[in-house]
């Protein structure tokens, strides 16, 4: 993708997840199937295999406002990668109608903290409504961009995110500012969409969009060394399921290292 093409495809994916937030919007307090799940809605559309929120076991489908669940566009369930504890800080990138942050903020408890960041002013507007809904009082919302994280340097012991990391056109601004929020011996816990390593770009462009999370997913070894690049070590990308020919949902977790100890 070129320099001139990144703002039009932010802004392809900006209305789509839009459209999506708008409808479960639509539908909320009336009898009406989840606005997420056509195909013209988010990643790969929620009902598709692969997608959405059946990857969410039951009981955890069951803590959330129902509107939090049909929102879910995802990938996987980065809550099994992240490994929570109580007191954490943790920040959702892309964090949609809530899905993540919700359940991260019970795993964390009230002495923790959860942070959703989305671009999407319609996403936000669901997220909080959910939260609300949730009695959740240890999340907070941010309108921002993946690429340039609005909270301060050394800020989060964990980083999650639900497919969405494949949809930025700039994949090294985003390693490097969850670098930048991690504290020191802080962890990346995310679900992503990757490639095969024989696929080239081309290729992946005709399995799929961009606002799909296909085309622009970064191959497993484009990703290791996106994540090496910007300085996390102990990188793992291990695939799960395929959405497409040689496309696959993955777990990615990787570690910003601690400092050593002294002496």
């Known amino acids: 993708m070129t320099t001139d093409q990144a703002p039009a495809t932010r802004e392809q994916v900006r209305e789509r997840y839009a459209a999506a937030a708008i409808k479960v919007l639509n539908a909320a307090g009336r009898d009406a199937q989840a606005g997420c799940c056509g195909a013209d809605s988010g990643c790969g559309a929620a009902a598709e295999e692969g997608f959405g929120s059946q990857l969410y076991s039951a009981a955890e489908r069951a803590e959330l406002p129902s509107a939090a669940v049909e929102a879910s566009l995802g990938c996987g369930n980065p809550l099994l990668v992240a490994e929570l504890d109580p007191g954490e800080t943790v920040l959702d990138l892309g964090s949609g109608g809530g899905i993540d942050v919700l359940l991260s903020a019970r795993r964390v408890g009230p002495t923790g903290k959860a942070y959703g960041l989305d671009m999407t002013d319609e996403m936000l507007e669901l997220a909080r409504r959910n939260a609300a809904e949730a009695g959740a009082e240890n999340v907070e919302f941010l309108r921002g961009h993946i690429e340039d994280i609005p909270l301060p340097d050394g800020s989060v012991d964990v980083v999650i995110s639900n497919c969405v990391i494949n949809l930025s056109t700039d994949k090294p ?14 962890r990346l816990g995310v679900s992503d969409v990757v ?3 024989h696929l080239t770009p081309e290729q992946r462009a005709e399995r799929g969009a961009w606002v799909g999370c296909i085309a622009g ?25 395929e959405v497409a020919d040689g496309m696959h949902s993955a777990i990615i977790r990787a570690r910003k290292p601690a400092p050593a100890p002294a002496g």
């Not at 390693?175 to 802080?186: K, Q």
């Not at 290791?224 to 291990?238: P, T, Y």
């Open 195 to 197: 490639a095969e390593d």
């Open 217 to 241: 997913a970064l191959s497993i070894s484009e990703y290791k060394r996106g994540l090496a690049d910007a300085g996390f070590v102990d990188i793992e990308v291990v695939p799960t399921h």
């Open 173 to 186: 601004a985003v390693f490097a500012a969850t670098y930048r929020v991690l504290r020191p011996g802080g």
